[in-house]
C-alpha cells in the first residue's frame, strides 16, 4: 500500500474506533438526558440567551438530584416542577452522563448561532452564562469524581471536564462585558 492509503486507512480506523466509543457511551447511558418538559421549555426557546438559562436550569436540577442540596425556595421549586417537569432520576453515572451531554448541547445551540451571525449580541452573554456554569459544575462534581466506578461514568466525567474545559477556554476570549450605561432622567423646567 501506499502511504496514502496506509494514512486513509488509519484515518478511517481512528473515525470508527471514536464513533464506536460514542456509540457504547450513549448505549450504556441509554436514556434522554432531558426531561420531557425541559425539552418543550428549550424549543419555546428561541432566544439564545434565554435557551442557554434552560440549558443551566437543567444542569442545575441534575446537581440538585446529586448533592441532594438547593438554594432555591419551596416556592421556586414548585415552579420549576410546573416548568421542567419532577426532577431528573438515575444513578450518579446516569446524571453525569446528562450533564456532559447538556454542555455539549448548548456548546452546539452558541456555536449554530455564531456560524451564522458571528457578531450577534446574545452570543457573548450567553457564553459567560454557560461559563459560569461549566465553572460550578466542575467544582460541585470534583468530590463526587475521586469515587467514578465503571468505565461510562469516567467518561462521563471525562466529557463534563473536556466540555466544561471549552467553554472556559472560549469566554476567555471574550472582550470584557459592556457596562451598560444608565439613563439619567432630565428634568422638566419649572415654569
Known amino acids: ?13 481512528l473515525s470508527f474506533a471514536f464513533a464506536a466509543e460514542a ?24 432566544i439564545l440567551d434565554k435557551r442557554i438559562g434552560v440549558f443551566v436550569k437543567a444542569i442545575e436540577r441534575r446537581l440538585r438530584v446529586l ?29 453525569i452522563g446528562d450533564i456532559a451531554k447538556i454542555l455539549d448541547e448548548a456548546i452546539t445551540n452558541i456555536d449554530d448561532v455564531s456560524s451564522r451571525d458571528d457578531k450577534n449580541p446574545l452570543i457573548a452573554p450567553a457564553l459567560r452564562l454557560l461559563a459560569s456554569e461549566a465553572k460550578r459544575v466542575v467544582e460541585q462534581l470534583r468530590p463526587f469524581q475521586s469515587q467514578a466506578s465503571g468505565d461510562a ?31 439619567t432622567k432630565q428634568e422638566k423646567p419649572k415654569n
Open 1 to 13: 500500500m501506499t502511504n496514502r492509503k496506509v494514512s486513509l486507512f488509519l484515518a478511517l480506523l
Open 23 to 46: 456509540s457504547a457511551l450513549n448505549h450504556a447511558q441509554g436514556r434522554d438526558h432531558f426531561t420531557e418538559l425541559e425539552i418543550e421549555q428549550i424549543k419555546e426557546t428561541q
Open 67 to 95: 448533592t441532594g442540596t438547593t438554594t432555591d425556595t419551596a416556592k421556586q421549586q414548585k415552579k420549576d416542577t410546573e416548568l421542567y417537569g419532577e426532577l431528573p432520576s438515575g444513578s450518579q453515572a446516569d446524571l
Open 153 to 183: 461514568e469516567i467518561a462521563s466525567f471525562e466529557q463534563v471536564a473536556e466540555n466544561a474545559e471549552s467553554i472556559l477556554a472560549a469566554a476567555s476570549k471574550l472582550p470584557p462585558p459592556v457596562a451598560k450605561e444608565k439613563k
